[in-house]
């Protein structure tokens, strides 16, 4: 790469600080300045400017941008930029700055090479050739420190000093110790006479929101105050509480750290008797049917659950146990205002299973609906094609240049080392372009489809044909199962989802799995049709599109 560019370049600046500590002795500031003025004397315009200063969240947890990490935000936006056309020039502090591993180092490079892109530094020169040996040596230091810094985090745990992490409710760290926060501890206690009383769960949630009581902070707002999984997390933490001991883990090695107690042992006795007894009640433990479980969602934006409820109001035992479809949404804030909470689960089902068989006996809706899709993907797979032969041929020349590569390797004309710092630079372009192939693949496959309306309405007319038996009172429990079970793979075969709604109203999405009854192993195709249910209707309601 050149060092030096013409005028009328456009350059973008790269920001990496891994966490808020290290910004104080490379702050972004500091390196914007620099860059800046690395710019200014190489006649660049500075179009952008990227920044990978904060946390960012990688799934279900928050991660700092580390120069090992290839799925920086801001790398990740440069490098399509770049890729787009839009950037001559990237400019950055040092080479440490774009990446410190080797994945990171390959995303990096096959960007700039494959787009003529030049990379400045302002404070190093940067080298291509080098760039893979320098991103080793980069990785082999941050493990040996992870290494060491392990080592040292079990030494402090063996001699019974307390580590970093999140601190239970009721503790806070103090050096190498841990303390009692009093005004926490307080309202541990509190909690756990509570529930010792009787007092369920969320009207515990009401005091402590009623009484202000504090929680513990959080990188992350809290969406839900006092949610009840906070406070069963306290209650489930009873041992913890009352052993004087926290098991702290590292590398798969436990270490017990000494904490003060909050509650005595007779204490805990008593919640652990009293969850044991709240988990063993009969009407929870009893079998049932649940023809659409898993697939109503609410207003509230909650998937409901089903129960079996076998008492009264009055504390009676019912002579036939109720199956009922919830809303799974406890805290009454969040709750919506058109969302009924409850529907009788024979109801819901008989109501849905009788629009599913309006649906099979009248199919030309789902149908025509269908075939507007199918016709849909054949469009976009005749203008897939060309595209696909061109990824395919993308796909054969790399696999011909790892075999050239593993070729020279053989020979001894690279070093083992060079061999594998090539093949990982080709197995993340394979992995890119099989990405991008997968998807032509699946609508090529569309192509194919001439039969499928003649397979669908087989199908439709299979099921069909056996409504008389699905719909017969059954006399044994063998055959009452055996129906369900039918019933139950119908609707998870057109059943998308169902929608409840004020006064109990049911919505039925329903999709058609044209590709699955070719026998293609792909995803669904899924043909929204909704059609409305209520209570009060006693036949099979309109079909609504």
């Not at 001559?88 to 410190?100: N, S």
């Not at 590292?250 to 007779?266: K, L, M, N, S």
């Not at 044909?465 to 009452?480: I, K, M, S, V, Y």
Request: net charge neutral; glycine share 6%; proline share 4%.
């Amino acid at each position: 790469m050149s060092n030096s560019k013409a005028n009328n370049q456009f350059a973008a600046i790269y920001i990496r600080t891994s966490s808020e500590h290290q910004a104080e002795k490379a702050s972004p500031e500091e390196q914007e300045a620099d860059c800046r003025q690395l710019a200014a004397d190489h006649g660049l315009t500075v179009v952008a400017v990227y920044r990978d200063t904060e946390r960012y969240r990688v799934k279900n947890r928050m991660v700092d941008p580390s120069g090992t990490r290839a799925d920086r935000p801001g790398l990740l936006a440069m490098l399509h930029d770049g890729a787009a056309g839009q950037l001559d020039t990237i400019l950055a502090w040092r080479e440490d700055r774009l990446y410190r591993g080797m994945r990171a180092m390959l995303l990096v490079l096959e960007t700039i090479q494959e787009h003529k892109i030049d990379i400045l530094l302002a404070r190093e020169t940067f080298d291509p050739k080098m760039a893979p040996i320098k991103a080793w040596v980069a990785q082999m230091e941050l493990e040996g420190m992870r290494e060491r810094m392990t080592m040292g985090v079990k030494a402090r745990l063996r001699a019974g000093k307390a580590n970093t992490g999140q601190d239970r409710y009721g503790y806070q760290r103090n050096g190498d110790v841990i303390e009692i926060v009093e005004e926490e501890a307080r309202w541990v206690r509190q909690i756990f006479d509570w529930y010792i009383e009787g007092t369920p769960i969320m009207e515990i949630r009401r005091r402590l929101i009623e009484a202000d009581a504090p929680q513990k902070g959080s990188s992350v707002p809290r969406k839900i105050r006092w949610a009840r999984s906070s406070i069963q997390a306290i209650l489930g933490s009873a041992k913890e509480y009352a052993s004087g001991i926290k098991i702290q883990t590292r590398c798969g090695e436990a270490f017990e750290i000494p904490v003060p107690p909050i509650i005595d042992q007779a204490t805990c006795q008593q919640v652990l008797e009293r969850r044991q007894a709240n988990k063993t009640h009969p009407a929870r433990n009893l079998k049932w049917d649940y023809l659409i479980g898993g697939m109503i969602y609410c207003p509230c934006g909650r998937k409901w659950g089903a129960r079996t409820n076998r008492w009264k109001k009055r504390g009676e035992e019912r002579k036939h146990p109720l199956g009922i479809y919830y809303c799974t949404e406890t805290h009454k804030e969040h709750i919506h205002p058109d969302c009924p909470r409850t529907i009788g689960s024979k109801k819901a089902d008989d109501l849905v299973w009788r629009k599913v068989c309006s649906v099979i006996s009248n199919p030309d809706v789902l149908l025509a609906r269908a075939a507007e899709y199918v016709d849909e993907l054949r469009q976009r797979a005749e203008t897939a094609l060309e595209d696909r032969e061109r990824i395919q041929g993308e796909l054969d020349a790399l696999t011909l240049e790892r075999q050239w590569v593993i070729t020279q390797a053989r020979k001894g004309k690279i070093t083992d080392e060079d061999m594998e710092y090539q093949l990982g630079a080709l197995t993340l372009q394979e992995l890119n372009v099989k990405r991008e192939l997968a998807t032509f693949v699946e609508i090529a496959h569309l192509t194919a489809l001439n039969d499928w309306e003649v397979a669908a309405r087989e199908y439709l007319a299979d099921i069909q044909a056996g409504l008389e038996f699905l719909n017969t009172e059954t006399q044994t429990d063998e055959e009452r199962r055996e129906q369900f079970e039918a019933k139950r793979q119908i609707v998870n075969t057109l059943v998308e989802k169902v929608l409840i709604g004020k006064g109990r109203t049911l919505q039925v999405v329903f999709k058609l799995d044209v590709l699955s009854l070719l026998e293609r192993d792909t995803e669904p195709t899924q043909i929204e049709l909704v059609g409305t249910c209520s209570r009060k209707r006693s036949t099979p309601p309109h079909r609504t599109l």
